[in-house]
């Protein structure tokens, strides 16, 4: 039992209030509560009144009896806030407001220790004050410490939601500057990117790798016969055509205005050829507004090995090949024996309807 005056420390930024040496309650502090009980009841300031709740009606503080009277639930809630803010000004025993939904600071308990001090000073000998203000500044520092831990833990709860929200959106974002927005494959930009990675990987290793250009046929009278949705309708449809009809492993982007791109990785030519007929056969009708659009495509294939030391006139070989497509209707090969026309009466399945 100790019933020895504290020492004053020095002075923290908010008056009166202090860091005690220990937040421990010892016999002492404990028939010292009943005094500040009574002080702080028959305390009319709004600031001590709105206080009393949290320093005597919480359960498990240290300063609550079982019989302590629980807060009014009416009361305005007060968010614990931190520490080091400004001291707030006015003279020792003038409490400053503490407006609903305020933060409660340091300063705050301060303003609550200068108004109940006073208040002890007019009711206890000088003898026994000092132990009674050691106990009141111990059960301040103790409810200040628990609020700044309280908003320690809710600040870094918040931290992590948003930072969870923004990993989640800064996916997206990434997603999205990578995908072309109507067709939702590779935009051109990164197509490229990914066609050059896979043939300079192809030819580093010697491995086979081919190319399919895609065109769809007759947009421009597509999008005069039924409005320039429907050449959004047909793309889309082509678009996700080749996203089924490829392997995870290949490469499928938007290459121009009404052309894709389709990079085959381990791919020998003639395996390229079979493909772009079945993908040429697989697109059948989209419905679109009531209509029933007739959606052809053109394929122009090239094998590496078949152009130069480059992407470049790999795409450009692909290109002449297409080309070729387009004018004679057919999927077309770059050059060699595995040039091809359309299989006769391959099906046709009714695919992919807007």
Known sequence: MSDSSPTKPPRTGARGLAPPNTLGLDDADERNLAVIRATIKDCSEPIV???????????GHPSAPESSVRPDPSAPALVPGPMGVEPASGVPGAAPPLEPGARVTLDSYAAVFEVVAGQLRTRLEAGALPSVLGT????????????????????????????????????KVQELSRTDPLTEVLNRQHLLAALESEFDRSRRFRHPFSLLMVAVDDLARIGAQHGPAACDAVLKGAARLLGHMTRPSDVVGRYGFDEFVVGLVECEPNAAVLTGQRVCDALGPISHGGATIEGNLRVGIAALGAGGASLASFLSEAELALRRARAEGKVCFASGPAEGSRAAGAPRASLLSS
């Open 49 to 59: 009144e709105r206080f009393s709740g949290r320093l005597f009606g919480l359960e």
């Open 136 to 171: 009141l500044n111990k059960l301040l520092w103790f409810d200040a410490a628990r609020a700044v831990e309280l908003e320690h833990e809710r600040a870094m709860k918040a931290v992590r939601e948003l930072s969870g929200r923004l990993e989640v959106a800064e996916q």
